[in-house]
């Protein structure tokens, strides 16, 4: 079987103003289908170059990208991608936001809509489609941009820190939310994030990543965590615990080494 | 402070003006201190009350609006033209690196040159009708939607962008979609100053040789030393001035209802 998202031997290498930065450097990475993968490293550590590589947006200084066995040329037409800041259209309303993927592909309005309207119902925010997304709350604006993802149906999910930026309450939530949708139709997801324990929670294999620059792959976990799961729950269970001593373990040292070279970049 | 009395206090500072005015130039009401002809102050200032008659007659009889028509056409169809054009001037010059770089020096000359002085070269261009009193408008107003817009597809952000790209959009689709409205969102945050320009464009070029027009009354009067009917003008001017920044707001109010308004954080 082929794999969703194949990482061969990437490499990033950026010109910048204190000369040439690597920011990844031979990453060879595979996520199978259906298999939910969380990416786990030290802040500035290089996790969202990997995700926008595969994602077409950026190309690698070298190395190879497959995605459900063919070669990536542009943009990944395969994968949704969910961004961590603000990406909604400001100027579009909710629905209008949730219908624009549809819309580009040329499906008729009143259609889209529909759909639009159907899948704002499932992210929970069934009558909230006029309103603008500075009207809604940092949650509500994560379910949106979780529905304008979902409506094209992509078989494959890039997610950036989705929740990062919401309280915990909401983000446990939400991380519920994502694994119900998940559970339903078994898309490949590359989730990037800093927090070893939403990592765990949602995945079922956790790869962390060594410190910038040059980060590389050092450790891969498989999660035999049971599902159906509840995030806020699972994470007292003795093996969750274990799970996350283990992997804590192995990504200390690095996460200090990020650590120790932010503070001495910061210094200098 | 209530809405009411804040209207009464603003009418009260207006007429309190008014009157000081009034009272320092009649003449032979103040004994003489400036000067010692009874006369001089009116010549110089004018008598608010008989700049109001030059109003009433203006307005009662009906002469005035022959020309604030005409002010008005030049200052909409100014607008309009240099808008268009900015528009597009500054779409094209933001999406593409090249023509930028190449224009750069040139835009930035033709800005910095007081454009006024080219009032009599449209004069002798487009005669002494409109239509050079909208050239000298659309040269006012252009730059300023250019730079507006050019800094607004310049900000567009990246997640947006990139956002957009992943649902799909081709490159016809971004710029429909995410520079346009970008960009004109910047053009109606400054559309007060572009109107403001246009009508600028108007009155100096009326005033530098027409036979119609606000400035063309202003430039007449004072001709024939006539102050009275000069501050008419100019007060007829301002109050024309006032109407178009309200309509002005309204269309803005209209067509930005996207963006987070001041009034909706203010503190009740």
């Known amino acids: 079987m082929a794999a969703a998202v194949e990482l061969d031997r990437v490499t990033c290498a950026f010109a910048g103003a204190r000369g040439a930065y690597t920011a990844v450097k031979d990453v060879t990475l595979a996520i199978g289908e259906g298999e939910f993968v969380s990416v786990v490293g030290p802040t500035g550590c290089g996790k969202s170059t990997l995700l926008n590589v595969a994602a077409g947006l950026l190309k690698p200084s070298s190395g190879s990208v497959r995605v459900l066995g063919e070669p990536l040329a542009g943009i990944n037409r395969r994968a949704g991608y969910m961004f961590q800041t603000e990406a909604l259209m400001p100027w579009r309303s909710c629905l209008a936001n949730v219908m624009a993927g549809l819309e580009f592909r040329g499906v008729p309005a009143d259609e889209a809509k529909r759909e639009a309207q159907a899948w704002l119902a499932r992210v929970g925010l069934a009558g909230f489609g006029d309103l603008y997304p500075h009207q809604l709350s940092g949650g509500m604006r994560k379910r949106t941009s979780l529905a304008q993802m979902l409506i094209l149906d992509p078989p494959i999910l890039l997610m950036d820190e989705p929740f990062s930026a919401l309280d915990i309450q909401t983000r446990q939530l939400m991380e519920n939310e994502l694994l119900e949708l998940w559970s339903a139709d078994r898309k490949s997801v590359v989730f990037i994030t800093h927090d070893l324990e939403e990592a765990i929670a949602l995945s079922d294999r956790v790869i962390v990543l060594s410190a910038g620059p040059a980060t590389r792959p050092i450790g891969e976990f498989a999660i035999d965590l049971p599902r159906p799961r509840d995030v806020a729950e699972i994470r007292l269970t003795p093996r969750f615990i274990a799970l996350h001593d283990r992997i804590w373990h192995s990504m200390k040292d690095e996460v200090l080494k990020g650590y120790a070279q932010t503070r001495n970049r910061t210094a200098a | ?268």
Request: some cysteine.
């Open chain 2, 1 to 268: 402070m209530k809405r009411a009395r804040l209207r009464l206090y603003q009418a009260l500072l207006l007429a309190a003006v008014f009157t000081a005015w009034q009272v320092a130039t009649q003449p032979d009401l103040l004994p003489p201190i400036v000067w010692e002809n009874p006369n001089r102050a009116a010549f110089f200032f004018g008598e608010p009350l008989k700049m109001f008659q030059v109003i009433w007659t203006w307005f009662s009889e009906g002469t005035i609006y022959r020309h604030l028509w005409v002010t008005l056409e030049e200052t909409v169809l100014a607008f309009c033209i240099g808008a268009a054009a900015g528009l597009v001037v500054g779409l094209w010059l933001g999406l593409s690196p090249i023509a930028s770089a190449i224009l750069e020096p040139y835009i930035t000359a033709l800005n910095a040159m007081p454009r006024v002085v080219l009032a009599p070269i449209f004069l002798v261009w487009f005669g002494l009708d409109i239509g050079s009193k909208i050239a000298l408008g659309v040269t006012l107003v252009f730059f300023i939607v250019f730079f507006n817009v050019y800094q607004g597809v310049k900000e567009v952000s990246p997640v947006v962008l990139n956002n957009t790209l992943m649902l799909g959009a081709n490159r016809r689709q971004l710029l429909r979609h995410v520079y346009l409205p970008s960009a004109t969102s910047w053009l109606f945050s400054s559309l007060h100053v572009s109107v403001g320009m246009a009508l600028v464009g108007a009155v100096v070029g009326e005033y530098l040789g027409s036979a119609r027009g606000v400035g063309y009354l202003i430039q007449q009067a004072e001709g024939a030393f006539d102050i009275n009917t000069v501050f008419a003008g100019i007060l007829v001017l301002t109050g024309f001035a006032l109407v178009l920044d309200v309509l002005v707001g309204e269309v803005e109010k209209r067509l930005l209802v996207w963006r987070p308004a001041q009034s909706e954080t203010e503190q009740l």
